[in-house]
């Protein structure tokens, strides 16, 4: 079986964006399907709490956001398009708001009364109460404003039109995709696939683009049950850190949340951060030693100490 294990449910968006990533890159992976929302023991058991999805595990090394599940179906098979922070400003610029307001205005425009009826038929009345509660709960906490119906709705189709005029080749930015394209997809996914609104009519040019991101498909998926992925932790050990030169920030207890929304914190023994990245060491009985990777952007790390 494949070593790649991606934590992901059918309806998230960002699982869609690693889908397809792993389409594009042509990865076998191995799925592990989790609830629409907490609790998640076996999850939490590897990243300590952080609750978004999707997460991603080769062995005892956990990797927490799709940005730092990017950059490894980057190491892995080469693409090097698909490291966030290897890109020029504006292709940095564009993902950030993407992943972010571009998403969340998606979310807020196109979620109607036939979303509610999909969830409820894929999963049950109650399922979608407590789905619905989470995220009620969760955006009450969010640090970002979120747009109401009428302004999100303004705010995807000025960015549909704004892709249209971008799009002067196959991809967002040339002729080949890079990560730019797998943020832009993602919401527009859940608009067109999942809503099921008619919003790229009158946009040729995104209308044949999000048919080329498709076509990636989800490359060779096996799926894998959550206790044989934690065994595969318990029986590894995490892979040999990257050198570092100032080692004084080291060994210390921090946190690590995400600095929008859903901040639940993780913590744990700081044992590498660079530019890019930061790694924290977790140990429990269940999975034994474990790595967790964060991306720098989007995240706040805190020693323990000054809380
Ligand atoms: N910045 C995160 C965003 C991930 C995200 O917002 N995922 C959604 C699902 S598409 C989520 O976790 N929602 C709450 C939940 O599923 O519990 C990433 O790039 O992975």
Redesign the pocket.
Known sequence: MPDLILYQ?PL????E?IRAMLGYANLPWCSVTVR???PRPELNVLTGGY????VAQLGADVF????A?AAEIARLADKPELVLEDQSEEIQAFVREA??EI?LACVIAASDGRMLWRLIRETSLINTFKFLK??IN?GRKSRVKALRGADAKEKVMTHISNMERLLGEDFLFGPAPCIADFSAY?GLWFVCDLAGKPWLDGYPKVNSWMSRMKAFGHGKPESLSASDAATRAKNAQPRVLPHIEDKTQLDQQVTTS?D???RDPVTGTLIYTDRNETIIARETQEVGLVHVHFPKQ?FRVRPVESL
């Open positions: 449910y998230s968006p960002f699982s964006k629409e929302m907490p609750r978004k999805i999707p927490c956001d799709s940005r599940i992943d972010l998403f989470d995220r969760m993602h995400p929008d929304y859903g989007g």
